[in-house]
């Protein structure tokens, strides 16, 4: 029930903040231990991020191929159980623009950064950094909670 707590104040504010009293009926219909909230799941291309998704999901969603840089724009994906609600959001691999297309595919990357309750990052175990020192100091002053996910 900690952690469960724990994670709701992390995705969606205290119940104090919202001016909820633990377990009571807004009388909107809305039930005040239900817990929502957004996971933007950001890395470079290639390091399993559709993969991840697809499997949490137990969906396939995200197209996840050997090819690099296949997830060209946001796609987005929902788990429900009674009481949580994530809606996972897999992003275009982060690279330095070089041309138009990347430029959009990191607008996309920057706008699931700004929309995350948690961010969750994936590298790779032959990643030596972060390809993008820009979306890096993005990611860190977002104020959501980060997770590093090392995959392979």
């Known amino acids: 029930r900690a952690a469960d707590e724990e994670l709701g ?3 969606h ?3 104090a903040d919202l001016g909820l009293e633990g377990g009571k009926s807004t009388g909107l219909g809305w039930d005040t231990d239900h817990r929502a909230g957004f996971v933007s799941i950001v890395g470079s291309p290639n390091v399993g991020k559709s993969t991840l998704m697809n499997t949490m ?3 396939s969603l995200s197209i996840a191929t050997a090819k690099a840089s296949t997830t060209r724009q946001r796609v987005m994906g929902i788990a429900n159980q009674p009481g949580w609600q994530v809606v996972f959001s897999d992003t275009p691999g982060v690279v330095r623009p070089k041309y ?3 430029e ?3 607008g996309a990357v920057r706008c699931a950064i700004e929309d995350a ?3 969750l990052v994936i590298t790779d175990v032959f990643e030596t950094g972060f390809r993008d020192a820009t979306m890096l100091a993005r990611i860190r ?4 909670p980060v997770l590093v996910l090392v995959n392979k």
């Not at 002053?141 to 959501?144: C, E, K, N, P, V």
């Open 57 to 59: 999901l137990n969906e």
């Open 141 to 144: 002053d977002s104020g959501a």
């Open 100 to 102: 138009k297309l990347h």
């Open 13 to 15: 504010g205290s119940e």
């Open 9 to 11: 104040a992390a995705l």
């Open 117 to 119: 309750d948690v961010i």
């Open 104 to 106: 959009g595919m990191m």
